[in-house]
Every structure is written in C-alpha cells, then in structure tokens.
C-alpha cells in the first residue's frame, strides 16, 4: 500500500480505509484519464467509486486534496528509485546518462500516463498540485547536484547546479508543450534536441579543472 498520506485529513490504520482511499484515488484517476481534468469533481469521482460524496469527505477535504494524494502516489515511486540510483553513480558519465535517462523516462510518462498529464494541467489552477511536482524536481534536483560534487570536486558548481536545475524544471512545462504537436516525429525530434543541449552542457561542467 502506497503512502497517501499528503492531502488526508488523517492517516487511516485500518484496512478497510486504506482501501477506500484506494478505491477513491482509482476512481478520480480513472475519470482524469477518460475525460480530463476540467470535468472532474467529487460527485463523479464518488459515483465511479461506488460510494457517497460523504464518504469522500471523511477521508478528503475537497477535490485538491484527493488530487494532491493522486499525484503524490503518482510521482513517489519514480523519483525515489531514480533518488536511489543517483546515490550510486561512480562517474560523472554515469551521472550525466542517469540524468538524460530521467528526463527521457520522465516524458514517456506524461506521453503514455493520461493521469499524470492530466494533474499537471489541474497544477495551472491548484497551488498545492505544483507542490507536489516542485518537491519531486527539488528531491532530484539536490540529489543529483550533491553526487555531482562528490564526483567532479573541481567542477564549477554554481554552473553545473544552474544546469541542473533548468534542465529539471524546465522539462515539464516542455512536455506539455509537446503534446500539442501531432507528429511524434516532431516531439521526439524536439525532444532530442532539449536533452543534447543540456546532455553537452553537463558534459562540459563536469570536466576536472
């Protein structure tokens, strides 16, 4: 059972909650992937959990607070494993392919992952949506900028950790970006040229000094 503890009203202990707030978190998912975000609401959400709008509300104080749990539960796996892996990179190579590999992984997500793509475009309106996005990137972001200093100890750091950064939080507004382009051929082209960019920058940071 995942950690759903961001956006409860309170951590539940028994397995009967726990797997209404499953069910409920399927059920806003599932309608987020099948007709978006804009027509989402809590009646919806309860209809297709097959429970009351009232059951809702013991667990979740609004919509947002169901989204922020969904998009937490979306997100937690990802950059923990990828936090995980950073933490084990011998060389700055290793550390500039884990970093190209994360941002690649990260659009197949939002290409393929309805729901994802879908909280991201709730975020425009919901602070505590670009929260959760925010502390994913900061997570990956300090993970990777910490291993790059214990690997290249002679690097410009101030550069590298700007490069970092832009690369991290740029990349989301990017995908959205991309999914308005009918050609994949074309997003991935665009794609490509995002990641070489930041791939040739990183590779010039990270040489000793």
């Given at each position: ?6 956006g409860l ?57 169901i989204l ?115 050609v994949e ?25």
């Amino acid at each position: 059972m995942r950690d759903t503890s961001m956006g409860l009203k309170r951590q539940p202990t028994q397995q009967r909650s726990l797997e209404r707030i499953e069910s409920i978190l399927d059920a806003a998912a599932g309608e987020i992937t099948e007709t978006g975000y804009s027509d989402l609401s809590v009646l919806k959400t309860a209809a297709r959990a097959g429970i009351t709008p009232t059951s809702i509300y013991h667990y979740f104080s609004s919509l947002e607070a169901i989204l922020i749990t969904l998009m937490r539960r979306s997100t937690e796996d990802f950059g923990n494993q990828l936090i995980e892996r950073i933490r084990t990179l011998s060389s700055a190579q290793e550390l500039i392919e884990c970093f190209v590999e994360g941002l690649q992984l990260g659009w197949h997500e939002f290409h393929s992952n309805r729901t994802f793509s879908g909280l991201w475009a709730a975020s425009h309106q919901m602070v505590g949506l670009r929260r959760v996005d925010d502390e994913l990137k900061t997570g990956l972001f300090k993970a990777f900028s910490q291993r790059a200093r214990e690997l290249v100890t002679s690097a410009d750091h101030a550069a590298t950790e700007s490069a970092l950064f832009l690369g991290l939080y740029l990349s989301t507004p990017l995908f959205e970006r991309l999914l308005l382009i009918p050609v994949e051929q074309q997003q991935e082209h665009l794609l490509n040229t995002y990641i070489e960019l930041h791939k040739t920058r990183l590779a010039d940071l990270l040489q000793p000094r």
